[in-house]
């Protein structure tokens, strides 16, 4: 198993642009969702999904988007950039809600927005 | 929401000293995490506490629920040069639906050889 991968690894947008940033599971876990890590700071939800076709705010749901179209993969899109947007971008999953304190995060996206 | 305290923000320890770091938190939780984050990479789980009063070790590890539930630390024995990293406390309250972690700051650990 591959586990929880993520891509791209850095990037660099400009303020204004788009982006997604992918995820992938391949542990047949229903549950995932999206962190953002600031410095000095802990993670931070942004939103989750307990399920295909199911997905929910978290505690920074502001200025991203996700759905949930397959069980395996989970984007999260900035439609428009922005500084405050800067940081580093974990995906999680496990195989339930219930089960979030065994999550598998992934390597995280490091995202620059200029 | 919640909030989670964890001190301290950073260490510097001699190769070998013992190393404790806790969380404290205004809300009661029913689960306690320690994870750990090396650079570049995302968080792995150390240890899950799931009952008030438990006591649970992983190798030179060995973190606490506290009795209140409000709280938890993390100990780290006879520690040695690839414990630096990060170290997050979080924690989750289980019903109503929701079962959403709550992160501290982290600690940030760096041993001296």
């Known amino acids: 198993n591959a586990g929880v991968t993520q891509t791209p690894k850095f990037q660099v947008l400009k303020t204004g642009q788009s982006m997604t940033l992918q995820c992938a599971q391949d542990?047949?876990?229903?549950?995932m969702s999206w962190y953002r890590q600031d410095p000095g700071m802990g993670l931070r939800l942004i939103h989750y999904?307990?399920?295909?076709?199911?997905?929910d705010q978290g505690e920074v749901p502001n200025g991203y988007n996700v759905s949930r179209s397959t069980t395996e993969d989970f984007p999260l899109r900035l439609l428009s950039a922005a500084p405050s947007q800067t940081s580093v971008y974990f995906c999680?999953?496990?195989?339930?809600?219930?089960?979030?304190?065994?999550?598998?995060f992934g390597p995280g996206t490091r995202l620059t927005v200029l | 929401g919640q909030q989670l305290n964890q001190s301290p923000q950073s260490m510097f320890i001699q190769e070998g000293e013992d190393v404790s770091m806790n969380c404290t938190s205004s809300?009661?939780?029913?689960?306690w995490l320690w994870y750990k984050q090396d650079p570049g990479e995302g968080p792995v789980l150390l240890i899950a506490?799931?009952?008030?009063?438990e006591l649970t070790s992983n190798g030179r590890l060995t973190a606490q629920f506290g009795i209140t539930r409000k709280d938890s630390f993390l100990n780290i024995s006879a520690s040695i040069p690839s414990d630096v990293g990060i170290y997050f406390c979080?924690?989750?309250?289980?019903?109503?639906?929701?079962?959403?972690?709550?992160f501290g700051k982290g600690t940030k650990l760096s041993v001296i050889p």
């Open positions: 979080a924690g989750s309250i289980s019903g109503a639906g929701s079962y959403q972690l709550t």
């Open positions: 999904s307990v399920g295909a076709g199911i997905t």
């Open positions: 542990m047949n876990h229903e549950y």
């Open positions: 999680a999953s496990s195989y339930s809600d219930r089960d979030t304190d065994t999550q598998y």
């Open positions: 809300s009661i939780f029913n689960t």
């Open positions: 506490l799931y009952k008030a009063g």
